[in-house]
């Protein structure tokens, strides 16, 4: 499953890198593709959600380990 940054497009690679999207669509294939938000991306939206409707919740993402 091909994960895509819903914001800037980037693409999230096997070792959890954030890559421009042309980097993997040239070699990917027909692969599954879902979306998602890349750390940068997900700093700009929590600032412009906060500055919206207040604090935000912290949201854990299941794909990254932590530690």
Do not use: I, K, Q, Y
Request: charged share 20%; glycine share 10%.
């Amino acid at each position: 499953l091909l994960l895509v940054c819903a914001w800037c497009l980037s693409v999230r690679d096997v070792d959890g890198s954030w890559l421009p999207l042309g980097h993997l669509v040239h070699g990917a294939g027909s692969l599954p593709m879902t979306h998602g938000a890349c750390p940068p991306c997900l700093v700009t939206l929590r600032e412009s959600l906060r500055l919206e409707l207040g604090p935000v919740r912290e949201v854990v993402d299941p794909d990254v380990s932590e530690g």
